[in-house]
């Protein structure tokens, strides 16, 4: 029987290419969006396409009850054989430590934390009622170059993923040896937040590579930690080297200033 995974905000951009990455290697996907329903039905149409099932869910991951529900569909419907969560689904607000709002920071906190360590904690459970096993499943968590290369801008989201990194110690002991817990860091793929076009073509070259990163290795890599049954408690930075160039602001600032014009909106 073919694995299922989830891929949490599965709908556009990284998540799309990480559940078409899988799906391409006979996995079945489960898609989960919040409100891009087109664009999901369109990543699981691409993945019937390529031979495999697929469904998407829709579910806001804010809240328990949200999360909960996302999982017991997930459950209903790969049954046996539900053997990765991709915790990829994100918020990325511009804030400061100075200036931070309780609301905004809460909700990144709860979207890029409190849902992989909820989904976490019920992928264990299910895996740990399971009596037979095909491949060792595993939790493999979205974070960011920035956790290894601090600088004070989006203060409330680099917090949130700061504790995500270190969720992947502290779920890979918690959740040996039935489920492994891996993550991929990634450096800058997509415009987010303020960015212009022109400002994103420059930034994306500011690597040790001097190349934009391709969203379609790092979904490879994913496929990766979820498929060697060897890793768990490791995390991989895919970003072209760019947590080795510290910056004191966020890239999109940086490169902004170096421009002397205004290149973020
Ligand atoms: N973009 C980059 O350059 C970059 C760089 C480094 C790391 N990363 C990390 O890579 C991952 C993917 O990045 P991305 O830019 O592709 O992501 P994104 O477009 O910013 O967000 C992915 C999805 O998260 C979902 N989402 C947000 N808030 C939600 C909520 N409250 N409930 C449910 N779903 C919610 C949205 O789904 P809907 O659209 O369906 O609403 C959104 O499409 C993230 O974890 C990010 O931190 C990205």
């Not at 491949?135 to 974070?143: D, E, M, N, Y």
């Amino acid at each position: 029987m073919a694995s299922w995974l989830l891929v949490t905000g599965g709908a556009t951009r990284l998540g799309r290419e990480i559940g078409l990455a899988f799906a391409q290697e006979g996995w079945n996907l489960l898609c989960h969006y919040r409100n891009s329903k087109d664009q999901a039905e369109s990543v699981c149409q691409e993945a019937i396409e390529l031979g495999v099932q697929a469904e998407c869910i829709q579910a806001e991951l804010e809240t328990d009850e949200g999360c909960k529900e996302l999982f017991e569909a997930c459950t209903r419907i790969a049954v046996q054989d539900f053997n990765c969560i991709v915790n990829n689904a994100s918020l990325f607000i511009p804030d400061t430590g100075s200036d931070f709002e309780e609301n905004q920071a809460l909700s990144q906190i709860k979207v890029n934390l409190m849902a992989p360590m909820r989904l976490g904690k019920w992928m264990y459970q299910y895996q740990s009622k399971r009596k037979i096993q095909s491949i060792t499943p595993s939790l493999v968590h979205i974070l960011d170059q920035k956790v290894f290369n601090l600088n004070p801008d989006y203060f409330s989201y680099t917090t949130s993923k700061l504790a995500l990194e270190r969720l992947v110690s502290l779920q890979a002991q918690s959740f040996a040896p039935k489920l492994r817990v891996n993550a991929v860091a990634p450096g800058l793929l997509y415009p987010s937040g303020p960015q212009n076009l022109e400002n994103f073509a420059l930034a994306a070259n500011a690597n040790l590579l001097r190349r934009p990163i391709s969203a379609v290795e790092v979904a490879k890599s994913v496929l990766f930690l979820a498929t060697n049954p060897c890793i768990t408690g490791t995390t991989l930075k895919v970003d072209n080297g760019q947590h080795l160039i510290p910056t004191e602001r966020d890239i999109m600032f940086v490169v902004e200033e170096l421009m002397g014009t205004q290149h973020v909106q």
